[in-house]
């Protein structure tokens, strides 16, 4: 186990160092060609029912009607209803336009947060055998670290929790886009090793 610096600012360096370097190992530098991507699911992991795409130069955004019912806890999340997403294509109409998105973008590293819980969620929405969406997943790579500082850490980090170590945008979470963009700035920072100077304060 790493020794831990005493101070709140020291500490948030130090984890961006890990961070940093972890991603380096991936392959992701600054100035690296980067896509990010955010859903809203049925449930866990559920369908998808949003994606949200950020490639250079531009963003999508994608709503899908799923097959089966939101769950009560998804939806007190997100606010969507299957009513809300009755005219909305499947997403089985949905993914080629999101794989052609990816394709136009040229050669990039897909990130997201939850990375499996993004392709648990696409490939629950979708016929057995049709190629998966595997992103890089940021919050593998920082639980990786954490647990490099922290071997006894139980718990999952969350993308809004990576305000003790970088400034982290306000999250909507009835907004796929939302979730994209805050990982396109946290993995900003992250490269750029921008800690955070102040313990945000606690809601």
Known sequence: MIEIPKTFEEQAAQRMT?????????GVFPGAPLAFV??????LP??????????????HVWRAQPLGPIEGGAYRRHGLTTLDLASEPPFTQVYPQVLEALQSAGPVTLIAWAGRFITAAVAASLPPGTPPLTPLDLQAIVDEQDRTLNPYARY???????????????????SALSH????QAVTAALLERRSTRTIPPRL
Do not use: F, K
């Not at 029912?49 to 950020?54: F, P, R």
């Not at 994209?180 to 990982?183: E, N, P, V």
């Open 18 to 26: 890990l961070y940093a370097d972890a991603l380096h190992t991936h």
């Open 38 to 43: 955010g859903v809203l699911t049925t449930g």
């Open 46 to 59: 559920g369908e998808v029912i949003e994606l949200a795409l950020i490639t250079p130069g531009a963003e």
């Open 156 to 174: 999952l980090p969350s993308l809004p929790g990576m305000g003790y170590t970088v400034e982290t945008p306000q999250i909507d979470p009835a």
């Open 180 to 183: 994209a963009r805050a990982l």
